[in-house]
């Protein structure tokens, strides 16, 4: 019986051994899923917040200024006197044929540039007049290469005074996202801004100064806006001719400037 007893006892404290030590295996074991777990949750790809995801409009716009910025620049160091006057829509014609590199259609320019080609009706007579106009139109396109620098006048540019901006809003042709300017002569062709955003406003700081503008803009007195430009690129489908804004410079009906930025 004393043995018998001995060996229950033994057994017992054999299968209490064995417990606990299954217990620490286990432990162990818990411990290294833990672990494991944890580093795969580091190592997971985390899901993307929608919410910071990139909207199609948002890449449009992305794309657009570095369109922009891809663009050639002008020199801000270029003299006044360098800038040619723009004032008609034949000029934006020979600026986006410079531009495209485009076989110039010699019939169609003729018409835009000559009213007795345009109205003739013997058809000898408009052979004879174009094949004289062919030359002219090959230098106009020449020259336009190498007269990138352009200036023109915006007749009453300004809108009231606004204190916020502590300026004066300009036209709207100038900053305004798909508006354009043309010229009644041939309005084919179209002139648009890249960086129209920074001129929306003529900024005038001096207060003695912008009451001055603005009584001469209430009164209606004759205000002009000259802008001098740089041509930068042409768009083939729409006809439109982009440029920089280079300076802006308001003056008075004795071209006496009143603002420039």
């Known amino acids: 019986m004393l043995m018998t007893t001995h060996s229950a006892r033994q057994i ?4 209490a051994l064995l417990f606990a030590l299954s217990g620490t295996l286990n432990l162990a074991a818990c411990g290294d899923k833990a672990a494991d777990a944890a580093k795969a949750t580091a190592a997971a790809p985390t899901t ?10 948002a890449l449009r716009d992305t794309q657009a200024a570095a ?6 620049k002008a020199d801000a160091s270029t003299p006044d006197s360098s800038y040619v006057t723009l004032d008609s829509g034949n000029q934006l ?11 110039p259609d010699y019939p169609q ?4 540039i000559s009213k007795d080609y345009a109205r003739a009706t013997d058809e000898f007579r408009k052979h004879d007049l174009l094949t004289a106009l ?6 106009d396109i020449a020259a336009a290469k190498s007269r990138r620098y352009f200036k023109m006048t915006v007749p009453n540019p300004i809108s009231k005074y606004n ?6 809003p300009l036209d709207n042709s100038l900053w305004e996202a798909g508006a354009y300017r043309y010229f009644f002569d041939n309005g084919e062709y179209k002139l648009g801004f890249s960086n129209g955003d920074a001129f929306h406003y003529l900024k005038v700081d001096d207060e003695a100064s912008a009451r001055a503008i603005e009584a001469q ?17 042409a768009d083939t489908a729409q006809k439109i001719v982009t440029a920089q804004i280079v300076k802006v410079a308001l003056a008075d009906k004795q071209g006496n400037v009143l603002a420039a930025q």
């Open 48 to 57: 993307p917040n929608l919410a910071q995801a990139t909207s199609p409009q």
């Open 163 to 168: 204190f916020e901006q502590k300026g004066f």
């Open 93 to 103: 014609m020979y600026a986006y044929l410079a531009l495209t590199g485009m076989p």
């Open 134 to 139: 062919t030359p002219r139109i090959d230098a």
């Open 67 to 72: 369109a922009r910025e891809a663009l050639p």
């Open 217 to 233: 803009r209430a009164r209606f007195d004759a205000v002009k806006l000259t802008v001098y430009g740089y041509y930068q690129s």
């Open 12 to 15: 017992a404290h054999a299968c």
């Open 109 to 112: 320019i003729a018409s835009n």
